[in-house]
């Protein structure tokens, strides 16, 4: 059964970057037909998709995120990042890594809170 | 916001059926298949549903997923206090070129 897990620092600065890592174990990333996505959750709220990148590399972003957001792959560690530039108090959320096809996430990490803030 | 709309929430008493409904448009539910998410408190999400109407291995038939135009209905029978839960609809909208999640139903249990 594959898990997910992410990594990164839980508090970052206004207007720096956000850099996650999701970490896959229990199959190789680069193998299947499958998205490899980021979502995130504000504190309360609902979920908000953030992008996704697919097993040869094409990339899909939210419209509203797509400025600031970098997904990319790194299969000799079997993990895939996320980068969101010029964070904003907006940005604090647990943010969670997935694994899907094109309608539907199937497996999803655990979480993890990243708060913006000075 | 969202492009895809839940109720904010539902309730039923221990052992009846709630359904919740999520509407979207031609370029999302309209044309692809919907999931459900469970996300129980403090948890992560969990797929309930899939392709409509197909449930996973391991989650009991109380679930039923289902899709007419552009809604989609979740039902839950036989409620039970551990369905105490936020419920989540999402699929791909081909207009945005993103994944969408409905606004979310709180599912309470009387």
């Known amino acids: 059964q594959v898990q997910l897990q992410e990594s990164g620092p839980g508090l970052v600065k206004p207007s720096q970057t956000l850099s996650l890592t999701c970490t896959v174990s229990?199959?190789?990333?680069?193998?299947?037909?499958?998205?490899w996505s980021w979502i995130r959750q504000p504190a309360g709220k609902g979920l908000e998709w953030i992008g996704r990148?697919?097993?040869?590399?094409?990339?899909n972003y939210n419209p509203s995120l797509k400025s600031r957001v970098t997904i990319s792959v790194d299969t000799s560690k079997n993990q895939f990042s996320l980068n969101l530039n010029s964070v904003t108090a907006a940005d604090t959320a647990v943010y969670y890594c997935?694994?899907?096809?094109?309608?539907?996430?199937?497996?999803w990490g655990q979480g993890t809170l990243v708060t913006v803030s000075s | 916001q969202s492009v895809l709309t839940q109720p904010p929430s539902v309730s039923a008493a221990p052992g009846q059926k709630v359904t919740i409904s999520c509407s979207g448009s031609?370029?999302?539910?309209?044309?692809?298949?919907v999931s459900w998410y469970q996300q129980l408190p403090g948890t992560a999400p969990k797929l309930l549903i899939f392709?409509?109407?197909k449930r996973p291995s391991g989650i009991p038939d109380r679930f039923s997923g289902s899709k007419s135009g552009t809604s989609a209905t979740l039902g839950i029978t036989g409620l039970q206090t551990g369905d105490e839960a936020d419920y989540y609809c999402?699929?791909?909208?081909?207009?945005?070129?993103?994944?969408?999640f409905g606004t979310g139903t709180k599912v309470t249990v009387l």
């Open positions: 997935a694994r899907g096809y094109i309608t539907v996430t199937t497996n």
């Open positions: 229990g199959g190789s990333i680069s193998s299947g037909n499958f998205y």
């Open positions: 990148i697919y097993s040869s590399g094409s990339t």
């Open positions: 031609s370029s999302n539910i309209g044309n692809n298949y």
């Open positions: 392709e409509n109407n």
């Open positions: 999402g699929t791909w909208d081909g207009s945005l070129s993103a994944y969408v």
